[in-house]
T-cell receptor
Framework: EAQVTQNPRYLITVTGKKLTVTCSQN?????MSWYRQDPGLGLRQIYY???????DKGDVPEGYKVSRKEKRNFPLILESPSPNQTSLYFC??????????????FGPGTRLTVL | AQSVTQPDIHITVSEGASLELRCNYS??????LFWYVQSPGQGLQLLLK??????LVQGIKGFEAEFKRSQSSFNLRKPSVHWSDAAEYFC????????????FGAGTILRVKS
């Protein structure tokens, strides 16, 4: 089944404890992206990648890191999480490198709570 | 800077009634316009998109949207709402001038009453 998977789905952690949220797609998509969703703010783009080893900042990249060593994986890293990073996170992928102009397929989301 | 406004945070309609969800954007160039739907506890699913051509676009689940350049709007419509349409709806806009970034509106929560 074609899909975007994220792990974990739920995570509660404490301030400063490094964490990684994994994202994997099995559709051979070029473009991958991370968003965070907060009430009243919709989705905001954190980072995106148009291809392996190519990443760029979205609108809210502060406090996050990403890497794209393989086409299928695009992990989101929080080196020192803070409470303001408590949010619902979505990974998405798209076939074309200009992914924002094509349909994006979204993962199920990761709900992160930072205490 | 690009921005997307969905003026209605919540909308309640009766099952079988018509629906219109509003979306206004602020861009200097030709935008790429999308509507996504998020069912409770789920990721987002594309309903429809507009890039160019006919300004009335048809999507899945009986939805349509009309691009009006003069009003900078891309409103979503459905002639007869079903209870299963209850969800949150997001308008999103991209433009090549702003790189590979997609900007989402804050969303409109649709409630359907029977």
């Amino acid at each position: 089944e074609a899909q975007v998977t994220q792990n974990p789905r739920y995570l509660i952690t404490v301030t400063g404890k490094k964490l990684t949220v994994t994202c994997s797609q099995n559709m051979n998509h070029e473009y991958m992206s991370w968003y965070r969703q907060d009430p009243g703010l919709g989705l905001r783009q954190i980072y995106y990648s148009m291809n392996v080893e190519v990443t760029d900042k979205g609108d809210v990249p502060e406090g996050y890191k990403v890497s794209r060593k393989e086409k299928r994986n695009f992990p989101l890293i929080l080196e020192s999480p803070s409470p303001n990073q408590t949010s619902l996170y979505f990974c998405a992928s798209s076939l074309s490198p200009a992914g924002v102009f094509n349909e994006q397929f979204f993962g199920p989301g990761t709900r992160l709570t930072v205490l | 800077a690009q921005s997307v406004t969905q003026p209605d945070i919540h909308i309640t309609v009766s099952e079988g009634a018509s629906l219109e969800l509003r979306c206004n954007y602020s861009y200097g160039a030709t935008p790429y316009l999308f509507w996504y739907v998020q069912s409770p506890g789920q990721g987002l699913q594309l309903l429809l998109k507009y890039f160019s051509g006919d300004t009335l676009v048809q999507g899945i689940k009986g939805f349509e949207a009309e691009f009006k350049r003069s009003q900078s709007s891309f409103n979503l419509r459905k002639p007869s709402v079903h209870w299963s349409d209850a969800a949150e709806y997001f308008c999103a806009v991209g433009a090549k001038e702003y790189g590979n970034k997609l900007v989402f509106g804050a969303g409109t929560i649709l409630r359907v009453k029977s």
